[in-house]
C-alpha cells in the first residue's frame, strides 16, 4: 500500500492573493508547508496540487526548484484535481492520499504519522485529524483512492468538489468514516492557517518570537508557547472560518 500526502495549492486567493508564496523569515508559507510534511515517515511522496491557470506557474516553478513534485488540475473542482493525482501516480484503490492545503504551514508530519496509523489501525475509508474546535492550522485528512474516485464519480454540488473530502464523509452509509483526536491536552485557542492578513501578521509575529526553529517544532510546543504569549494567538482569533458552501 502507498501512502501519498497532496497538498492544494493556488495564487489567486481573494483574501490574500499569492499567500503561499509570501516570505517570512527567508522562507515563503510553502517552504515551511513542505519542509514539515516531509518529516512525516510514513509517506513514499509528498505531491502539491494546484490548478492549470497560469497564475498558478509560479507555483510549478517554485516546486520544480525544490525536486518537489506537482501536478495540475481544475481551479474549482478540486475533487477532480485529486482524482488526476490518483490517475497520475497510477495508485490502486487500496493506496491511501492525504489530503492538506498549503495555506497551512506548520502541519505536524509527527501528527500525520500518528493519523496514517490511527486510519490503517480502524480499517477506515476515511479518517479526519481532529484537533478540536480551538486549533486551526494541524489539519489532515486520509482516504482510500477508491473512496476518492467514487466521490469523484458521484459529487454534484459545487462544495463536494470545491472541499474534496465532504461527499465521503456526509455518506457514512457508503463510507466507513473515523476521526484521530490530538493535542486533547490543549486549552487555549490558536488559528495557524493563512486565510486573511491577519492571518499572516500573526504567523509573522509567531516566527519572530518563536525560540526555536519553527521548521523543527512540535505541535504541542507551538501551541505551548502560544498558550505562554497569548497576545499573539490573538491578533487573528477574531477571522471567521469559512463554512462549506460561503
Do not use: W
Not at 485529486?82 to 502541519?107: G, H, Q, S, W, Y
Not at 476521526?179 to 516566527?207: G, Q, Y
Request: aromatic residues 6%; negative net charge; glycine residues 4%.
Amino acid at each position: 500500500m502507498k501512502i501519498v500526502a497532496c497538498s492544494q495549492a493556488r495564487l489567486d486567493s481573494t483574501r490574500l492573493p499569492g499567500k503561499v508564496l509570501l516570505q517570512v523569515g527567508g522562507k515563503s508559507l510553502l517552504d515551511y508547508h513542505i519542509s514539515r510534511v516531509t518529516q512525516a515517515t510514513k509517506l513514499v511522496e509528498h505531491v502539491i496540487a494546484t490548478s492549470e491557470n497560469e497564475n498558478d506557474n509560479k507555483i510549478v516553478a517554485f516546486c520544480e526548484q525544490r525536486g518537489v513534485r506537482v501536478i495540475r488540475g481544475s481551479k474549482d473542482n478540486v475533487l477532480l484535481r485529486f482524482n488526476a493525482v490518483a490517475d497520475e501516480l497510477a495508485l490502486d484503490n487500496e493506496d491511501r492520499i492525504i489530503r492538506l492545503t498549503a495555506d497551512c504551514p506548520l502541519v505536524d508530519g509527527k501528527l500525520i504519522d500518528e493519523l496514517v496509523s490511527s486510519h490503517l489501525a480502524q480499517g477506515d475509508d476515511y479518517t479526519s485529524l481532529n484537533t478540536g474546535n480551538l486549533i486551526r492550522g494541524f489539519d489532515a485528512e486520509i482516504m482510500s483512492v477508491a473512496a476518492l474516485r467514487y466521490a469523484a464519480k458521484q459529487a454534484n454540488k459545487d462544495y463536494e468538489r470545491e472541499h474534496v473530502t465532504p461527499y465521503i464523509y456526509q455518506h457514512p452509509e457508503l463510507f466507513k468514516c473515523g476521526h484521530f483526536k490530538a493535542l486533547t491536552n490543549i486549552s487555549s485557542a490558536a488559528r495557524l492557517c493563512i486565510d486573511e492578513p491577519a492571518d499572516f501578521t500573526m504567523f509573522e509575529a509567531l516566527v519572530a518570537a518563536y525560540p526555536d526553529d519553527l521548521l523543527c517544532a512540535s505541535s504541542q510546543g507551538i501551541m505551548a508557547f502560544l498558550a505562554q504569549y497569548p497576545a499573539i494567538a490573538q491578533l487573528n482569533l477574531h477571522v471567521h472560518q469559512k463554512r462549506l458552501g460561503e
